[in-house]
């Protein structure tokens, strides 16, 4: 199958927190209300841009391994260093493969950003090629932290994933329906949404995806060992677990530590559990994004 | 051949220009200077966002088309009019294409924008889909009007192409070096340039371009009827084309009445020549983006 394997995964290691607590400091909310509501306990917060942290997340992941077939660089960011250059041609700079030739370039489908940069890559990439797929964010550069719908839920993150053209299985979905009115941010204004909106569209977007994808490979979730869905809040992954009458552990969750961080969620999710020794060769996910745009959409892989 | 068909064009129509002797009131410079290194002789500058260009740009190329098969919208850009949503989903809302199917997305690749995103949609593509692909820049939204060094250059533009896939030719070559000292824009900063060395890139980066594709097509500048540079700066095209010893008229120039639009300057080119005629069935022609990244490449194409 036209398909791409999962080479090595590293994230930005970012020690700063802002953990509930702290924000019952700043906003009027209550770690209680956060918890139950988001299932989030703390977010990283980065003083550095979005391309230093996409940098250091592709180190990690490209230690040891060979990138001499290495032929692109996505970063699905929304919140990138630079109008340009882009964050991407930073990280193939601070690689040093300048001059190994290459496309790089930055894709902007906020927190879809994964999902799509991973089936453009499949696209894009040739028989023994390589390439690095990387989601970084910035948020805290758009978060307001006096609006407490938005500053409780995200966080900073980066993490990049070194991919290879494979015969393994690719099923893929990806949509979108234009909206500025339920999630938006003005280039130069802070990130805002209607909660319960994004709810709403979040638990029908979701199964839309994961059974698209399930439909392509005549499969159920019987079949599928983890799904691993962009990491926005617990009720809403909760809600979809249900909804499947599934048990919570086949979908992955870490937004308690990280909050939503957007194109950067399934990628970190990925490197953590590849880290935790979660992953193993042959195993069935789905991966599913969904946000920004709005935009949404899943992809059943082996890894 | 696994390539793709341009079936329609449209561009935005902005009215406010702004001209060389309307710069020598705003900065130290003048006409002649200006004439004599650039070649420019007016900029289009708009009020309205990229987003807003985009979506006129696309609704002229999309205008008594069947868009039933439509299944990708990218729009290329650095200047978003928002951090989310994309431009491209804004442009499905505006031709009533939400709840159809499709991948909508920007990239950034700064002024090598629409060849790259024309080769991400050429891969993407399946039998009979088509796509939108658009070039959309308010660069005046980060142009420094006291910089002599800049303002004169750029200008403000939008323009799409309806493309299909289809057996055409279909020949591209896309690659980039991390650089940001060349060519820079921090996310809310001016857009800042050494124009020597952007010279001396561009001088190389095309004649390299052109080469990989008519080595790839195993062509002759002879074969081709139009190549279509990003319109940066006269002085680049001429040296390129003198080079080659080739005459002039093969190297589309428009650049006279619009500065350098970044991603939008070759699909706006594109929309001028097939406005005037030029542009015949079977016609080969090599289009060549270079810019931010750095970043550069061609795609030798059958109208």
Redesign the interface.
């Known amino acids: 199958m036209n398909g791409i394997e999962i080479v090595s995964t590293g994230y930005a290691k970012i020690e700063k927190t802002l953990d509930n607590q702290q924000l019952e400091q700043m906003v009027e909310t209550s770690n209680e209300w956060i918890v139950s509501r988001t299932g989030i306990l703390k977010r990283h917060l980065s003083d550095k841009s979005s391309a230093f942290l996409a940098i250091e997340a592709a180190k990690k992941a490209t230690q040891n391994q060979d990138l001499s077939q290495l032929a692109l660089i996505i970063v699905a960011t ?9 964050n ?7 690689l040093g ?3 190994q ?10 927190c879809s950003g994964y999902v ?1 940069a991973l ?2 890559a499949q ?2 990439l040739e028989e023994n090629q390589y390439g690095l797929v990387i989601g970084s964010e910035q948020l805290s550069s ?1 978060v307001d932290y006096q609006d407490r719908n938005t500053c409780i839920l995200f966080g900073d993150g980066a993490a990049a994933t070194l991919i290879k053209k494979s015969q393994k299985l690719f099923f893929s979905y ?7 009115e339920v ?6 204004d802070y ?1 805002k949404m209607k909660g319960q909106d994004v709810f709403k569209f979040a638990i029908k977007a979701i199964p839309l995806s994961i059974d698209h994808v399930l439909n392509q490979a005549k499969m159920t979730l019987n079949d599928i060992d983890y799904v691993i869905c962009h990491q926005a809040n617990e009720r809403i992954i909760k809600h979809v677990y249900k909804k499947y009458q599934c048990s919570s552990e086949k979908f992955y969750m870490n937004l308690q530590e990280y909050g939503n961080t957007s194109a950067a969620s399934i990628p970190l999710a990925l490197a953590k559990m590849n880290e935790q020794g979660l992953l193993q060769k042959g195993m069935k996910i789905i991966l599913v994004g969904f ?5 949404w ?1 899943a992809i059943l892989m082996e890894w």
Chains 1, 2 share one sequence.
């Open positions: 929304m919140t990138p260093e630079n109008n340009t250059p882009s991407a041609c930073l990280v193939q700079k601070a493969l300048n001059h030739s290459m496309m790089c370039f930055d894709i902007n489908v906020a799509y089936k453009v696209s894009l758009i990806l949509d979108s329906d234009g909206n500025e999630l938006f941010s003005k280039r130069n990130l946000g920004g745009g709005l935009t959409g």
